[in-house]
């Protein structure tokens, strides 16, 4: 299966809504792996994470920086890593955490390292270019397009939240992304775990949209209050992403076990919020 949002919709069904970000250092994984080559020490840890949470997470999420940063080390991690999963789970979506923008025709490029070389099923955006700019994602109906709205960083007010005619700019983004970027049923929208009321405010103006959310585990966000804020009225619609709180749970050579433990006590938790608040309530 390689439609984003088919595979978004089995996953909910099966109340998995937790994203694993693949935030994989290599300096801070374990010792065993860093005896080996940079590109298969990350890919094995990699391999172990995955093996290890699959079954309590709707996706995996790896950050291009950690392995840009390696050079060609790292990107041979990431490709091995998405075909791995591409192939031992291919129900489980890819999101290339990427934050890419340019004008068209270098996004062109961008679009096709992030599908057909890198094989993630979706990938995050900025906005600030517009819809023009981005017309080389928002057209391809099969991949996922995650647009940054309101980020879970310290600073995400320095520019999200200043006024256009009196209307904060994320707000005019969501609405944006929801009524006029949204043709090809492909957008999401990424809105910090660590600001619930914007969460909030957020999904009043994208009703449907699926939210990709992180801010949880290391960065503090509180939980029961971006489910409840973030929940679509069929009371699924989101991805709650940690990363370090769950990929490095343990240094030890427990390490794997830790990971699994932590993935499936979020996402227990999210289910159960979930659950109480919406989930399984179809609306029409």
């Given at each position: 299966?390689?439609?984003?949002?088919?595979?978004?919709?089995?996953?909910?069904?099966?109340?998995?809504?937790?994203?694993?970000g693949?935030?994989?250092?290599?300096?801070k994984?374990?010792?065993?792996?860093?005896?080996?080559?940079v590109?298969?020490?990350?890919?094995?840890f990699?391999?172990?994470?995955?093996?290890?949470t699959?079954?309590?997470?709707a996706?995996?999420k790896?950050?291009?920086?950690?392995?840009?940063?390696?050079?060609?080390?790292?990107?041979?991690?990431l490709?091995?890593?998405?075909?791995?999963?591409?192939?031992?789970?291919?129900?489980?979506?890819i999101?290339?955490?990427?934050?890419?923008?340019?004008i068209?025709?270098?996004?062109?490029g961008?679009?096709?390292?992030a599908?057909?070389i890198?094989?993630?099923?979706s990938?995050?955006?900025?906005?600030?270019l517009?819809?023009?700019?981005?017309?080389?994602?928002?057209?391809?109906?099969?991949h996922?397009?995650?647009?940054?709205?309101?980020?879970?960083?310290?600073?995400?007010g320095?520019?999200?939240?200043?006024?256009i005619n009196?209307?904060?700019?994320?707000?005019?983004?969501?609405?944006?992304?929801?009524?006029?970027?949204?043709?090809?049923?492909?957008?999401?929208?990424?809105v910090?775990?660590?600001?619930?009321e914007?969460?909030?405010?957020?999904?009043?103006?994208?009703?449907?949209?699926?939210?990709l959310?992180p801010?949880?585990g290391?960065?503090?966000?509180?939980?029961?209050r971006?489910?409840?804020?973030?929940?679509?009225r069929?009371?699924?619609?989101?991805?709650?992403?940690?990363?370090r709180s769950i990929?490095?749970?343990?240094?030890?050579?427990?390490?794997?076990t830790?990971?699994?433990?932590?993935?499936?006590?979020?996402?227990?938790?999210?289910r159960?919020i979930?659950?109480?608040?919406?989930f399984?309530?179809?609306?029409?």
């Open positions: 299966m390689d439609n984003f949002s088919q595979i978004l919709n089995q996953q909910w069904q099966k109340e998995l809504f937790l994203c694993v693949l935030d994989s250092d290599f300096q994984i374990p010792e065993e792996f860093r005896k080996l080559p590109a298969e020490g990350l890919f094995q990699n391999r172990a994470i995955v093996d290890a699959a079954e309590y997470c996706a995996y790896p950050n291009s920086a950690f392995y840009e940063g390696y050079g060609l080390a790292g990107l041979e991690a490709i091995k890593t998405n075909a791995f999963i591409r192939e031992k789970y291919p129900n489980h979506l999101i290339l955490d990427a934050k890419r923008a340019d068209g025709n270098t996004n062109l961008y679009a096709k390292a599908f057909d890198l094989q993630a099923h990938i995050t955006v900025h906005p600030y517009g819809q023009e700019a981005l017309a080389p994602f928002l057209e391809d109906r099969d996922g397009v995650f647009v940054l709205c309101h980020t879970s960083n310290p600073g995400a320095e520019f999200q939240e200043l006024k009196n209307q904060d700019l994320y707000k005019i983004v969501a609405t944006r992304v929801d009524q006029e970027w949204n043709g090809n049923q492909n957008c999401g929208l990424v910090g775990a660590t600001y619930p914007h969460l909030g405010e957020v999904r009043k103006l994208a009703p449907n949209l699926p939210f959310i801010g949880i290391a960065q503090g966000g509180d939980l029961e971006t489910v409840i804020n973030g929940l679509d069929n009371g699924t619609g989101i991805i709650v992403n940690a990363s990929i490095y749970a343990s240094s030890g050579l427990d390490f794997s830790a990971a699994a433990r932590e993935a499936k006590l979020l996402n227990e938790s999210i159960k979930a659950r109480e608040n919406g399984g309530r179809k609306v029409e």
